[in-house]
């Protein structure tokens, strides 16, 4: 049933333009006389049916799209009262076909010409495009004044919190300057500004002499006091920074620099070429570990890859071919490993259309994927949201219905070995930006991936 109303779709509505609302009661398989309710019970029958998400193997968008509008129109129609008068049911029965003189039931013509059919459907298509664009236009305008007020919101209860904190700052620095004053004052030779000073009401009774001569006692301990502490804090940081660097570096040679798992059988077409140890590994005379160790090589060695043979390898490095382990050995160059952070085994490739990041909200986007190799769509905001990704696989086709609203820019990455440790391609990797910007909002929209 399904190929059978996209083959109708094809030959009745040819180049994506809808021929008359008749057209879309035919498509959502009622009579011209059905109730809304009967309207909306056929168009919920066929949407599950049709659903993209529900239709991973074949591409049902476009006919998906079609039931959409054929729904809208129909429904307008049904609001409005409009009643379609170019067709009536017809049954052949004995009365009808036999009997020249008899009642026939189909007695309605329309007087209207093709060319006057054909403007009024053209004129009809015209105002719902219209209508289409001008609530798409509103909906933009109120999402820029919600915008709008909110950026002014957040203005003013900026521009308030820097007040306050400035007047507080400000109180701070005053009473900071005052007390500077009142511990230095002692210290001067000229005791006669000393005396001259502010005393406050609880030491009216205190002798200013003595303790005139005990406070610079005091201040002055307590800054040596200070000064050996932090002194002492500084060099045992020191000391332990370096035993630290130091017990990193010894046990990095023994332990190895990617907590991913080692799969047997993972991309083997990668597994032949320049290579590179993970932690001290020894070579090999032959694929067991009970063999003669020709050597051993430390962590981050380069070496030439040749053949692999189960969880084997055979390798050539600084001239001696043996055997290696392959769980030890990672892909690529050391050099590369260590610039792009992809360091250790790769792990599994993520599933199609899994999510790299988070992402909560109710815009829809259809991806039409035409990419032979494997891809990730990555959406930058204009917004400040956190950035977030949806992997992809070649020539697969997914629809994404939590895209949050607000503007972007999609990042589009190729190509092959997915290294989860560095969320990125390890070969063949190519970026570029293919939309720039781009708005979600309620409508749903569809982007197109070719080579």
Same mark, same amino acid.
């Given at each position: 049933?399904?190929?059978?109303?996209?083959?109708?779709?094809?030959?009745?509505?040819?180049?994506?333009?809808?021929?008359?609302?008749?057209?879309?009661?035919?498509?959502?398989?009622?009579?011209?006389?059905?109730?809304?309710?009967?309207?909306k019970?056929?168009f +919920?029958?066929?949407?599950?049916?049709?659903?993209?998400?529900?239709?991973?193997?074949?591409d049902?968008?476009?006919?998906? &799209?079609?039931?959409?509008?054929?729904?809208e129109?129909?429904?307008?129609?049904?609001?409005?009262?409009?009643?379609?008068?170019?067709?009536?049911?017809?049954?052949?029965t &004995?009365?009808?076909?036999?009997?020249?003189?008899?009642?026939? +039931?189909?007695?309605?013509?329309?007087?209207?010409?093709?060319?006057?059919?054909?403007?009024?459907?053209?004129?009809?298509?015209?105002?719902y495009?219209?209508?289409?664009?001008?609530?798409?236009?509103?909906?933009?305008?109120?999402?820029e004044?919600?915008?709008?007020? +909110?950026?002014?919101?957040?203005?003013?209860?900026?521009?308030?919190?820097?007040?306050?904190?400035?007047?507080?700052?400000?109180?701070?620095?005053?009473?900071?300057?005052? !007390?500077?004053?009142?511990?230095?004052?002692?210290?001067?030779?000229?005791?006669?500004?000393?005396?001259?000073?502010?005393?406050?009401p609880?030491?009216?009774?205190?002798?200013?002499?003595?303790?005139?001569q005990?406070?610079?006692? $005091?201040?002055?301990?307590?800054?040596?006091?200070?000064?050996?502490?932090?002194?002492?804090?500084?060099?045992?940081?020191?000391?332990?920074?370096?035993?630290?660097?130091?017990?990193?570096?010894?046990?990095?040679?023994?332990?190895?620099?990617?907590?991913?798992?080692?799969?047997?059988?993972?991309y083997?077409?990668?597994?032949?070429?320049?290579?590179?140890?993970?932690n001290?590994?020894?070579?090999?005379?032959?694929?067991?570990?009970q063999?003669?160790?020709?050597?051993?090589?430390?962590?981050?060695?380069?070496?030439?890859?040749?053949?692999?043979q189960?969880?084997?390898?055979?390798?050539?490095?600084?001239?001696?071919?043996?055997?290696?382990?392959?769980?030890?050995?990672?892909?690529?160059?050391?050099?590369?490993?260590?610039k792009?952070?992809?360091?250790?085994?790769?792990?599994?490739?993520?599933?199609?259309?899994?999510?790299?990041?988070?992402?909560?909200?109710?815009?829809?986007?259809?991806?039409?994927?035409?990419?032979?190799?494997?891809?990730?769509?990555?959406?930058?905001?204009?917004?400040?949201?956190?950035p977030?990704?949806?992997?992809?696989?070649?020539?697969?086709?997914?629809?994404?219905?939590?895209?949050?609203?607000?503007?972007? $820019?999609?990042?589009?990455?190729?190509?092959?070995?997915?290294?989860?440790?560095?969320?990125?391609?390890?070969?063949?990797?190519?970026?570029?930006?293919?939309? !720039?910007?781009?708005?979600?909002?309620?409508?749903?929209?569809?982007?197109?991936?070719?080579?």
């Open positions: 049933m399904r190929y059978c109303l996209y083959f109708f779709l094809s030959i009745m509505v040819p180049n994506q333009h809808r021929m008359s609302l008749l057209d879309d009661y035919q498509l959502l398989e009622i009579p011209t006389n059905a109730t809304e309710q009967e309207a019970v056929a +919920r029958k066929l949407a599950r049916r049709y659903h993209p998400d529900k239709n991973p193997n074949h049902t968008t476009e006919v998906f &799209q079609r039931l959409q509008a054929a729904y129109n129909v429904q307008g129609a049904i609001r409005l009262g409009d009643q379609v008068v170019d067709w009536q049911p017809f049954t052949f &004995q009365e009808n076909t036999h009997s020249s003189g008899a009642k026939n +039931r189909y007695q309605h013509f329309s007087s209207a010409s093709d060319k006057q059919q054909a403007a009024f459907v053209k004129e009809r298509q015209r105002a495009e219209e209508m289409k664009r001008n609530n798409a236009q509103h909906e933009k305008t109120r999402e004044a919600i915008k709008s007020a +909110r950026n002014a919101l957040n203005e003013k209860r900026v521009k308030a919190l820097y007040e306050k904190a400035f007047k507080a700052s400000a109180g701070s620095q005053q009473d900071s300057s005052f !007390d500077s004053q009142r511990h230095t004052e002692p210290f001067e030779p000229d005791h006669a500004t000393a005396t001259t000073s502010s005393i406050p609880y030491q009216t009774f205190v002798d200013q002499s003595d303790q005139n005990r406070t610079p006692f $005091r201040l002055n301990a307590a800054k040596a006091a200070f000064r050996v502490t932090t002194y002492l804090a500084c060099f045992a940081a020191g000391v332990y920074a370096t035993l630290h660097w130091q017990s990193s570096t010894n046990s990095a040679q023994t332990q190895p620099l990617s907590s991913i798992p080692y799969i047997s059988g993972l083997p077409q990668y597994r032949v070429g320049a290579a590179y140890t993970l001290i590994t020894n070579l090999y005379a032959e694929p067991d570990t063999s003669t160790s020709l050597q051993t090589m430390p962590a981050l060695s380069e070496l030439e890859s040749i053949q692999l189960g969880d084997w390898l055979t390798v050539r490095y600084q001239g001696i071919n043996g055997w290696v382990q392959a769980k030890y050995i990672g892909y690529g160059t050391a050099n590369q490993a260590q792009t952070g992809c360091i250790g085994q790769p792990g599994l490739a993520p599933k199609h259309g899994a999510l790299l990041g988070d992402a909560q909200g109710n815009s829809r986007l259809r991806i039409l994927n035409q990419l032979p190799q494997h891809s990730k769509l990555t959406f930058e905001s204009y917004d400040g949201r956190a977030f990704s949806i992997y992809l696989y070649a020539k697969q086709a997914y629809a994404a219905n939590y895209i949050p609203r607000g503007n972007y $820019r999609l990042v589009l990455e190729t190509g092959s070995l997915y290294h989860q440790a560095c969320n990125q391609f390890l070969f063949n990797d190519t970026t570029q930006v293919i939309l !720039d910007p781009v708005d979600f909002a309620s409508t749903e929209q569809t982007l197109t991936l070719t080579p």
